[in-house]
């Protein structure tokens, strides 16, 4: 009987194994959401709640001189082409180049964003010929890093897309990317503002909910920020401004702010309105956030005050126990 509950316990792991490979796609690695850390782009975060329970949230990052710039886009950035041109950091111009960073308790506790992302893209992304420019996705998560290694899916063949053919996703996983929460029986998506519609969706991403008539008429004439939603599972893992080098580059201040109107709010929570900044001067980007906090009028500052003087009362009382251990 021992034997035969062995044979049968070895056969039931072996099958568990099989299941994700048969029936849903397995989730991913946490190195696959990219490289851990933003001190390359002297980034900083900071959040601030007036009186009536309103956030400001602010994020100041660079570019970052040592990320590849492609000069020949034809031959650097078609992934038609075998072998594909490298970088000098070993990658293709066109793959993703993304960095990561939990952000503030405090930050979380406020807004609802769990980290930032900074995704640099030389060559751009889909739809081709709009954002297929040098930018950045300035990608701010309200999932964990955890969550997102499960956001996967069946591919498109020879594409970073989800397979959006009727089929193609067995998976919870890869079925969360097509779920999109509409207002009603309409074809407007919830948590997004008026005209939005959501496609192009990524793996470790999610949907990209974007009004197409917000879109420049031409990579070559983009010149200020795009604002995107994310979408999955029916909810929103994200929001996200995309920068072109136009905007950002350059000895000229600019400016660029929008107020942000969602059609079926649920998430109080989500900006109502975004203002991306460039300094001629310093190279330096300011994204300033302005939303409903998530836990009211809370004071910050004081929160900030009683955690450094806990600190401050913990080390005394260490000290006092070291003092005591040396007059004995």
């Excluded at 959040?47 to 001189?65: Q, R, S």
Aim: hydrophobic share 35%; proline share 9%; glycine share 8%.
């Amino acid at each position: 009987m021992a034997a035969f509950l062995k044979k049968f316990t070895t056969l039931l792991l072996l099958l568990l194994q099989l299941v994700p490979k048969a029936y849903g796609e397995p989730c991913a690695t946490i190195e696959e959401l990219g490289t851990p850390g933003l001190t390359q782009f002297d980034y900083s975060i900071s959040v601030a709640v007036d009186d009536d329970g309103e956030y400001t949230l602010k994020i100041d990052f660079k570019h970052d001189e040592n990320l590849p710039v492609a000069t020949n886009p034809p031959l650097q950035c078609n992934p038609a082409i075998a072998p594909p041109a490298l970088a000098d950091d070993g990658m293709p111009y066109f793959a993703f180049r993304w960095h990561y960073q939990s952000v503030p308790e405090i930050v979380k506790t406020v807004t609802g964003i769990d980290h930032v992302s900074i995704d640099y893209n030389a060559c751009g992304h889909p739809p081709m010929n709009i954002f297929t420019a040098m930018h950045y996705d300035l990608h701010l998560y309200r999932e964990t890093p955890e969550f997102r290694t499960c956001m996967t899916c069946a591919k498109i063949p020879g594409t970073p897309l989800c397979d959006p053919t009727p089929g193609a996703q067995t998976s919870d996983n890869g079925k969360a990317f097509f779920d999109v929460a509409m207002v009603g029986l309409s074809q407007q998506p919830m948590n997004m503002p008026e005209n939005y519609s959501v496609s192009d969706m990524v793996p470790l991403m999610g949907g990209h909910g974007s009004n197409p008539d917000q879109y420049p008429t031409s990579f070559l004439d983009w010149t200020t920020p795009v604002w995107i939603v994310g979408s999955y599972g029916g909810d929103i893992p994200s929001v996200e401004p995309m920068i072109p080098m136009t905007f950002m580059s350059g000895t000229e201040d600019k400016e660029y702010k929008e107020d942000l109107v969602y059609e079926g709010q649920m998430l109080k929570e989500l900006p109502s309105n975004y203002c991306v900044e460039y300094n001629g001067t310093t190279g330096g980007v300011t994204l300033t956030l302005k939303g409903t906090s998530l836990v009211g009028a809370i004071n910050v500052n004081i929160s900030k005050k009683k955690k450094k003087a806990k600190k401050a009362k913990t080390k005394k009382k260490k000290n006092n126990k070291t003092k005591g251990v040396r007059n004995r």
